[in-house]
């Protein structure tokens, strides 16, 4: 039922084709693979696949051509959040949304600017710092000279302009709250996105958050 709630919703939409519908992760994947959608919008818990593992199999690690997928979740599923960010989440969008949060989720994450609200973005990334900051430095040593952290390295690449807008996504805002704060152009900030995405190798704000998380420029308890 509300599979087909949110197929009714989106197919009433201009310049929304909805191209198919699956009962579980399996389909999910076979469907998509066949009909080449620009969204998926993905349930977590379903048989045969769950979620979390049907969309690493279209958007995550190694591979070729990818999917974006916008993943269903509630906030007392908040376990799966990090791992559907590992698998290649594009964005989140809460069971509970209305519908022009569901039809705004899913073209936002078509244009490739992905995640979720920010408010909801603190909520859910911010609540999983500890698992996503990076790991206690190795102790000094011969042994451990030759170690590397190639996530902070990463950031040296970023100037300090774009290292501020990157802390900021991470926090939750949006581009305009960031040009605000910032005093900045809207424009401005939208390049500095691009920028710090292609500097980085990143898909999309939800990679750059986790990055942000992982190397510690972002304080989940900020």
Do not use: C, W
């Amino acid at each position: 039922m509300v599979r087909a709630g949110f197929a009714t919703i989106l197919g009433a939409q201009p310049g929304i084709e909805v191209v198919g519908e699956a009962g579980d992760g399996r389909e999910a994947v076979d469907l998509a693979a066949a009909a080449r959608p620009d969204v998926v919008v993905m349930d977590v818990r379903m048989p045969r696949l769950d979620g979390i593992e049907a969309t690493r199999l279209l958007a995550g690690p190694g591979v070729t051509d990818p999917v974006k997928v916008l993943v269903v979740t509630t906030f007392n599923l908040d376990e799966y959040v990090y791992e559907a960010l590992r698998a290649g989440a594009s964005g989140f969008l809460l069971k509970d949304a209305g519908p022009a949060e569901l039809v705004g989720a899913v073209r936002t994450v078509a244009a490739g600017e992905a995640l979720l609200a920010p408010a909801v973005t603190r909520r859910l990334v911010g609540s999983f710092a500890s698992r996503v900051s990076p790991p206690a430095p190795a102790p000094a040593g011969p042994a451990h000279a030759d170690r590397t952290a190639p996530e902070g390295a990463a950031l040296a690449a970023l100037s300090p302009r774009e290292t501020e807008v990157l802390r900021l996504i991470a926090v939750g805002l949006s581009n305009a709250e960031i040009a605000a704060a910032m005093v900045l152009s809207p424009e401005t900030v939208k390049t500095y996105v691009s920028r710090i995405l292609t500097k980085l190798d990143l898909r999309d704000r939800v990679q750059a958050v986790v990055l942000a998380y992982r190397t510690g420029l972002a304080d989940g308890g900020s």
